[in-house]
């Protein structure tokens, strides 16, 4: 559903994308995620070079109870990754930290709440510490 939405929305109502994103109002997530974030987040597992959106946007349901707050933590971990600030510490060792990305406010904005809106608590990470998340090192 969200799929034909947004290939209708690429199709039809777009047809000359600003790339200054001079439009605050009408930056796209979906789209700047497929622009700037694809290359190392895959949606779903398998992970690329970095943890898929999904299970990510799970923990960040778990940690934060409103999209504000969330999105306020995306965007300020974004401009400046930060492993004590990290959702998922273990992503961290595992992947590495992100680098900082020099996106605008309104592209990290969007993108991060189409980030937020990716929760899918039938997939995993969703409910209890660490289910299905994570490396399972047991020794
Ligand atoms: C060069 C590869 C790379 C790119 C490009 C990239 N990421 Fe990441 N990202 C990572 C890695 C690696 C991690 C896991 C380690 C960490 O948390 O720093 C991560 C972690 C994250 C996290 C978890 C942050 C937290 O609070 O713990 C979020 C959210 C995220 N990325 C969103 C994005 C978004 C949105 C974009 C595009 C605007 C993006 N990433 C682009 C590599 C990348």
């Avoid at 987040?41 to 946007?57: E, F, R, T, Y």
């Avoid at 969330?70 to 004590?84: I, Q, R, T, W």
Wanted: charged share 15%; aromatic share 8%.
């Amino acid at each position: 559903m969200k799929k034909i939405l947004y290939a209708c929305l690429v199709a039809g109502a777009v047809p000359a994308f600003s790339p200054a994103s001079a439009f605050a109002a009408t930056v796209d997530g979906a789209a700047v995620f497929n622009r700037n974030c694809s290359v190392c987040h895959s949606v779903s597992p398998p992970p690329k070079s970095a943890p898929p959106v999904i299970p990510l946007a799970n923990r960040y349901h778990m940690k934060f109870a409103t999209k504000e707050q969330g999105v306020a933590h995306m965007v300020s971990f974004l401009k400046k990754p930060d492993k004590n600030k990290a959702v998922e510490p273990q992503a961290v060792s595992r992947f590495g930290l992100m680098p900082a990305l020099a996106l605008g406010d309104a592209e990290l904005k969007a993108v991060a709440s189409w980030f937020w809106d990716q929760y899918n608590p039938a997939m995993g990470g969703g409910r209890g510490m660490g289910r299905g998340q994570g490396p399972c090192i047991n020794q």
